[in-house]
């Protein structure tokens, strides 16, 4: 039995993707001695408890810097409660930890320690442009690169050395897993490709019941649901797809768009969607039953970000059998492929986003004008789902994992 230490920033991670990771990874390895390290928690002082499944170590929310600063302080703690053991193993999810990385390394030498990447620091900073990265680094001395990507760059470099600190690196993309090789240097023997699993709480949904589950929900029963799940930022492209859908809505007028997740630029977000404001719904934050009935009445999800690692919301769009309008960003590519389990919509030059916004209305357009084209890509996108990111796939993986 292996004694697993997950650790985790509560705060952040009830708001994004992680949250939902570390649910699904816990249940993959259950079975082992499971302790769960939590930073930033709703305790008020440090605690211990013990539940039925695993054992969980709390951390306040330090009162000076985040936790990440704090790693002497969690490096006393740490010590105190676990022993080193060649039995165990340490989970860390959280970036840029080079520090606390290496200072679990220091304190537990015969421990092992995984770093899972959920997102790459210039991901968001260049809209996940893999092309641009490899020119800076490869231009780096240069003055006015070091001026105008100083950030950039300090990041990739503080990435490379946590990977390499690490003893093993779990990436969720085939496009991370070629990078980490090609960019970063990283030996292909420290690399794990483990694409997040999601277990599988798909409700099939008649065509009536989904009518009258429109009705119920205040929308026209004919009208088409465009289902976008995310923050509302540029990297996810959402910028981008209120322009693309202001041109859908000209030739199919009965289509709704439907944002959830967090709202970032609340007032670009105003301007960008006046003018079909009657067709634009915006949820905000909602809790997972409530996302399930929007899951029941969509027609099409859409993902247009410029870079994901194994977006989540894909994964559920796909488990739903929902049929998709993707991006060819970084990552996201990994997921989706055309024809297949989505309509692929190409970036393009992101400095001048309208090619990727017409790509984006073309995509829409043809699945929302087509229904054979819209079963085709439905069953796909299932397909795709039970064969790759089903949750037994996921922990298969991890099994492999550990016993290497």
Same mark, same amino acid.
């Given at each position: 039995?292996?004694?697993?230490?997950?650790?985790?920033?509560?705060?952040?991670?009830? !708001?994004?993707?992680?949250? *939902?990771?570390?649910?699904?990874?816990?249940?993959?390895? $259950?079975?082992?001695?499971?302790?769960?390290?939590?930073?930033?928690?709703?305790?008020?002082?440090?605690?211990?408890?013990?539940?039925?499944?695993?054992?969980?170590?709390?951390?306040?929310?330090?009162?000076?810097?985040?936790?990440?600063?704090?790693?002497? &302080?969690?490096?006393? +703690?740490?010590?105190?409660?676990?022993?080193?053991?060649?039995?165990?193993? +340490?989970?860390?999810?959280?970036?840029?930890?080079?520090?606390?990385?290496? *200072?679990?390394?220091?304190?537990?030498?015969?421990?092992?320690?995984?770093?899972?990447?959920?997102?790459?620091?210039?991901?968001?900073?260049?809209?996940? =442009?893999?092309?641009?990265?490899?020119? &800076?680094?490869?231009?780096?001395?240069?003055?006015?690169?070091?001026?105008?990507?100083?950030?950039?760059?300090?990041?990739?470099?503080?990435? !490379?050395?946590?990977?390499?600190?690490?003893?093993?690196?779990?990436?969720?993309? =085939?496009?991370?897993?070629?990078?980490?090789?090609?960019?970063?240097?990283?030996?292909?023997?420290?690399?794990?490709? &483990?694409?997040?699993?999601?277990?599988?709480?798909?409700?099939?949904?008649?065509?009536?019941?989904?009518?009258?589950?429109?009705?119920?929900?205040?929308?026209?029963?004919?009208?088409?649901?465009?289902?976008?799940?995310?923050?509302? *930022?540029?990297?996810?492209?959402?910028?981008?797809?209120?322009? $693309? +859908?202001?041109?859908?809505?000209?030739?199919?007028?009965?289509?709704?768009?439907?944002?959830?997740? !967090?709202?970032?630029?609340?007032?670009?977000?105003?301007?960008?969607?006046?003018?079909?404001? $009657?067709?634009?719904?915006?949820?905000?934050?909602?809790?997972?039953?409530?996302?399930?009935?929007?899951?029941?009445?969509? =027609?099409?999800?859409?993902?247009?970000?410029?870079?994901?690692?194994?977006?989540?919301?894909?994964?559920?769009?796909?488990?739903?059998?929902?049929?998709?309008?993707?991006? =060819?960003?970084?990552?996201?590519?990994?997921?989706?492929?055309?024809?297949?389990?989505?309509?692929? $919509?190409?970036?393009?030059?992101?400095?001048?986003?309208?090619?990727?916004?017409?790509?984006?209305? *073309?995509? &829409?357009?043809?699945?929302?004008?087509?229904?054979?084209?819209?079963?085709?890509?439905?069953?796909?996108?299932?397909?795709?789902?039970?064969?790759?990111?089903?949750?037994?796939?996921?922990?298969?993986?991890?099994?492999?994992?550990?016993?290497?």
């Amino acid at each position: 039995m292996n004694n697993i230490y997950i650790l985790d920033e509560y705060k952040s991670s009830t !708001q994004n993707g992680i949250g *939902t990771f570390l649910r699904e990874l816990i249940k993959c390895l $259950a079975g082992h001695n499971i302790c769960l390290i939590e930073f930033n928690s709703n305790e008020k002082e440090f605690t211990l408890k013990t539940n039925n499944d695993f054992r969980e170590i709390h951390f306040p929310v330090f009162l000076r810097n985040g936790f990440l600063d704090n790693y002497k &302080i969690i490096d006393k +703690f740490l010590r105190l409660y676990i022993e080193d053991s060649a039995d165990n193993l +340490f989970m860390l999810n959280h970036s840029p930890c080079e520090k606390l990385l290496k *200072t679990i390394k220091v304190a537990f030498p015969l421990s092992k320690v995984t770093f899972t990447i959920h997102d790459l620091g210039w991901t968001s900073r260049l809209l996940g =442009d893999f092309e641009l990265l490899k020119t &800076i680094i490869s231009k780096e001395t240069h003055k006015k690169i070091q001026l105008k990507y100083k950030h950039v760059i300090d990041y990739f470099r503080e990435e !490379q050395r946590m990977y390499e600190a690490a003893d093993r690196v779990i990436c969720l993309s =085939d496009d991370t897993f070629r990078f980490l090789q090609e960019v970063y240097l990283l030996d292909k023997n420290k690399i794990s490709l &483990i694409p997040n699993g999601l277990s599988d709480t798909r409700a099939i949904t008649s065509t009536a019941v989904k009518k009258r589950l429109k009705i119920k929900m205040g929308i026209h029963p004919n009208e088409k649901i465009l289902l976008v799940i995310g923050r509302t *930022t540029s990297v996810k492209g959402v910028p981008s797809l209120l322009n $693309a +859908f202001s041109n859908v809505i000209k030739k199919y007028p009965d289509s709704r768009l439907v944002i959830v997740g !967090q709202v970032h630029d609340s007032q670009l977000l105003l301007k960008l969607s006046k003018r079909f404001a $009657a067709k634009f719904t915006y949820t905000g934050l909602i809790d997972k039953e409530e996302l399930s009935r929007w899951y029941r009445i969509a =027609d099409i999800g859409v993902i247009p970000s410029f870079s994901e690692q194994c977006s989540y919301t894909g994964i559920e769009m796909m488990m739903h059998g929902l049929p998709v309008v993707a991006s =060819d960003g970084f990552g996201v590519r990994s997921m989706f492929q055309n024809g297949i389990n989505a309509q692929v $919509a190409t970036i393009g030059n992101r400095k001048k986003t309208k090619e990727f916004e017409k790509n984006l209305t *073309t995509a &829409i357009l043809e699945l929302l004008l087509s229904e054979m084209l819209r079963k085709k890509i439905s069953n796909g996108s299932r397909q795709v789902y039970e064969s790759y990111y089903n949750s037994e796939k996921m922990r298969e993986r991890y099994k492999k994992l550990l016993e290497e």
